[in-house]
């Protein structure tokens, strides 16, 4: 069966100070990745996903980018982390053919003081 | 592109009793509706979806219905318990959409009261 990871579940970090966090999947081949980010008592944001290595699209424009450095390895990076970037955020996979469910990890909640 | 609009907001329900969730979506060339379930610190959980080739599915206590000519689809949620008490998300995916992109629902924060 298939399992997705993130690390670390909880991050607090000071402002301008870097970031990455880390998601990997177990059991599929050639997923299609996502980066959410939901903020407290909101809905689902799409920040990036990605239909294969090297290959990223973004979804809004941000302080974060994502790279996808091995088939099952989706990475979000920032070079200098804002108050704003404070939330909630969600690795998730899907096959790669169409219509299928996205599988969601637990998240890492990140804090920025 | 997709819109979709998730009502209500926030449900209240007496244990036992009956939660009816509601999404309407803007695309009519949608073709696929997942549910997912979010406990209180954790990610969404895929409970139920449905395909536009039928009007309804069930899943022991959860039940989905589409309405493709109305474009609307629902989640009911039947002899409510406990453990039910989560938030709630409905998505739509579009046929083709680039990768699998699914366009999600405001959420639906339930209550369930013993």
């Known amino acids: 069966s298939q399992t997705i990871h993130q690390w670390p579940a909880t991050l607090v970090q000071p402002v301008g100070s870097p970031l990455s966090l880390e998601c990997t999947v177990e059991g599929t081949s050639n997923p299609n990745l996502y980066w959410y980010r939901q903020a407290a008592g909101r809905g689902l944001q799409l920040l990036f996903y990605?239909?294969?290595?090297?290959?990223i699209s973004s979804e809004v424009p941000q302080n974060l980018s994502a790279s996808r450095p091995q088939d099952r390895q989706f990475i979000l990076s920032s070079k200098k982390l804002l108050l704003s970037d404070s939330g909630f955020y969600l690795c998730?996979?899907?096959?790669?053919?169409?219509?299928?469910?996205?599988?969601f990890g637990d998240g890492t909640r990140l804090s920025i003081l | 592109g997709e819109n979709v609009e998730q009502h209500p907001s926030t449900l209240s329900v007496q244990e036992g009793d009956s939660a009816v969730i509601k999404c309407t979506y803007s695309d009519s060339a949608s073709n696929y509706f997942p549910w997912y379930k979010q406990e209180l610190g954790k990610g969404p959980q895929l409970i139920i979806d449905i395909r536009s080739n039928v009007g309804e599915k069930k899943d022991q206590r959860i039940a989905v219905t589409l309405n493709k000519t109305a474009k609307h689809f629902s989640l009911h949620i039947t002899e409510t318990q406990p453990e039910d008490s989560a938030v709630y998300f409905c998505a739509a995916s579009p046929v083709g959409a680039a990768g699998n992109k699914l366009t999600f629902g405001g959420g639906t924060r339930v209550l369930v009261k013993p």
């Open positions: 990605s239909v294969g290595i090297g290959q």
């Open positions: 998730a996979w899907s096959k790669g053919t169409s219509n299928q469910p996205q599988h």
